[in-house]
């Protein structure tokens, strides 16, 4: 049995798939990606605030740990997942707006629900200007005054400007983590060297998360995150605030 098991090891073959992106289309995505769109996430921190405040995350490896939690059960696990199926149903009205739906009534606080709606809000209607499509103009005519999710509205955009989906799920796990180190950043204090650390050890984190996030039905959906959950619901009460989440 023993070479039988080596000899599998030793015939295994991995195939890697290498997706690549127009330019143009890597241009938005970097843009709609970027800290420096006008969407407002600088101004949240989800829970982070809380925790920073109450001794829990207080250096380098605690903020990474937060962040890691984040985005493998929490916040930006579901979001993670939405944002996957809000870029395959593109093409389907009906089924886009169930899962736009869906997004927006996966919020566990008011203040995670603000931080989702505003930044998906202010998303629609910077990009229907700079970047205009049809299809989203059709989505906003449909949809009207209702909330809508940040990770289903920029699923919606990478999908109908031909932005592959592999790609656009790690540059918006990357865009969600890159702006919570940011905020750690400020509110530890920690170092600009220490930010571009934690960036690069939640890297291979993001691969994982978004491997495991292509898998997941939405049957399948949830989290287990009580402490962030807490984190947010806390977040309200403190004496002072420097983010709205």
Partial sequence: MRPAANMSTKNRITVTITIMLTESALQRLIAWTSPSYPVGAFTYSHGLETAVSDGRVHDLDSLVSYVDAVLAHGGGWIDAVLFIHAWRTASDNEDFDGIAQLATAFRSSSETALESYQQGRSFLSVTRRAWPHPV??????????????????????????????????????????????????????????????????????????????????????????????????????????????
């Fill in 136 to 245: 989203l103009d059709a989505f906003a005519g449909r949809w009207g005054n209702r909330p809508i999710a940040h990770c289903a509205i920029l699923g919606l955009a990478c999908a109908v400007h031909d932005i592959a989906l592999n790609p656009a799920t790690h540059a918006y796990l990357h865009a969600t983590a890159a702006n919570l180190v940011s905020a750690g950043v400020r509110l530890v204090p920690l170092g600009q060297t220490d930010g571009q650390i934690a960036t690069a050890r939640l890297a291979s984190h993001i691969e994982t998360v978004a491997a495991r996030a292509m898998l997941t039905p939405v049957e399948d959906l949830g989290s287990a995150s009580p402490l962030l959950e807490l984190a947010s619901f806390h977040h309200e009460t403190l004496y002072t605030r420097l983010f709205r989440s």
